[in-house]
């Protein structure tokens, strides 16, 4: 499994224990930066993730700005990309079973580097339910099919 990651500064705090934690669940993990605590835009590392991804040149992915939401939002302007922030290891399970959510975005100034490991972890072991999700999903993507080029 390989996990491309992301960040802005607001969320390189996170990285460190991300990193370790994927590595830990046997991930490879491909580092699309940022790589220093100097003020950037966190739009490059959303689009930079979500193309990784949406390409299939990596498998999932993290990203992690201040609050998770404007790196998220980026990622979600790619077409086939499912980017759900998350706070706390329950919506991170249920984000994998349910939306089979692609990227998780996480909050450098929201959860901890402890926290960020479990949510992590929490969303890398659990699976997809497919089922009902999957028409879910399939509406998702006729939205997409529709307003997307
Ligand atoms: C950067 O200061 C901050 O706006 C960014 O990391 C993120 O929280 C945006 O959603």
């Not at 835009?41 to 979500?50: E, I, L």
């Not at 990784?52 to 939002?73: F, K, N, P, Q, Y």
């Not at 975005?105 to 339910?129: C, H, M, N, Q």
Request: one cysteine or more; proline letters at 2%; a negative charge.
């Amino acid at each position: 499994m390989k996990i491309a990651i992301g960040c802005d500064h607001g969320g390189i705090v996170l990285k460190p224990a991300v990193i370790r934690t994927l590595e830990e669940l046997g991930a490879e993990v491909v580092d699309l930066g940022t790589y220093t605590d100097e003020s950037v835009d966190y739009p490059v590392y959303g689009q930079k993730v979500a193309e990784a991804v949406a390409s299939g040149e990596c498998d999932a992915g993290v990203l992690m700005c201040g609050t998770g939401i404007g790196i998220s939002i980026s990622a979600n302007k790619v077409k086939g990309i499912r980017a759900a922030v998350v706070t706390n290891t329950f919506m991170a399970e249920m984000t994998k079973r349910h939306n089979n959510a692609n990227i998780i975005a996480l909050g450098g100034r929201v959860v901890t580097p402890e926290e960020a490991s479990d949510i992590v972890k929490a969303w890398f072991v659990a699976e997809y339910e497919g089922g009902r999700h999957q028409r879910r999903l399939d509406m998702i993507a006729d939205i997409e099919n529709k307003y997307f080029k």
